[in-house]
């Protein structure tokens, strides 16, 4: 009996990691990891840094021969705040502010998210290649102590989409 690697479909999480990693392009963030971000350790070196990971999936029967998928899945981005913190002539505000417009920073002119932030690249694939049918978006800012050498007290963003698809099953009974 030989094994065999299965092959899966790209998962949802993969598809928002390579839409960002085209945004961005190396320009701002170093790195970017697929995991849960709780026991992870972010050298200086890394920051700025985007963290992308599902958080959980709920899934529904949907009409004959479907199933409804909702996913919950969280991009966190993290910089080191001491980097920004002259950026807007406010030291409290600088590593917030700088997030914020990166995330949710709206054209002047349109009024639409730049094309240039997160949620501008999220709007405009909202539907991941024709999968998605629905998103819900939830942006929090903080900081957060990380036990890394250099013991950092990191800004951060925690962008929570909630995503609904359909998948086809097999004949249900």
């Not at 599902?54 to 529904?60: A, D």
């Not at 998210?113 to 997160?118: G, K, L, N, Q």
């Not at 102590?145 to 963003?157: F, K, L, S, V, Y």
């Amino acid at each position: 009996m030989s094994s065999q690697t299965q092959p899966y479909l790209e998962t949802t999480v993969d598809k928002i990691i390579r839409y960002l990693k085209d945004w961005d392009n190396a320009q701002f963030f170093k790195v970017w990891f697929y995991g849960d971000d709780s026991d992870m350790d972010i050298a200086l070196e890394q920051m700025p840094c985007g963290i992308v990971f599902l958080i959980g999936t709920n899934v529904k029967q949907g009409p004959t021969g479907r199933d409804e998928i909702q996913e919950t899945i969280r991009i966190n981005l993290v910089l080191n705040r001491t980097d920004y913190m002259n950026d807007f002539g406010d030291e409290t505000i600088g590593w917030r502010k700088k997030l914020e417009l990166m995330i949710q920073g709206q054209d002047p002119v349109t009024q639409y998210y730049d094309a240039t932030t997160i949620l501008g690249v999220l709007r405009t694939n909202f539907t991941l290649g024709n999968v998605l049918t629905d998103q819900t978006i939830k942006i929090t800012y903080g900081e957060v102590d990380r036990n890394n050498p250099q013991d950092t007290r990191t800004g951060e963003a925690w962008v929570t989409l909630t995503v609904t698809r359909f998948i086809d099953t097999p004949a249900k009974t």
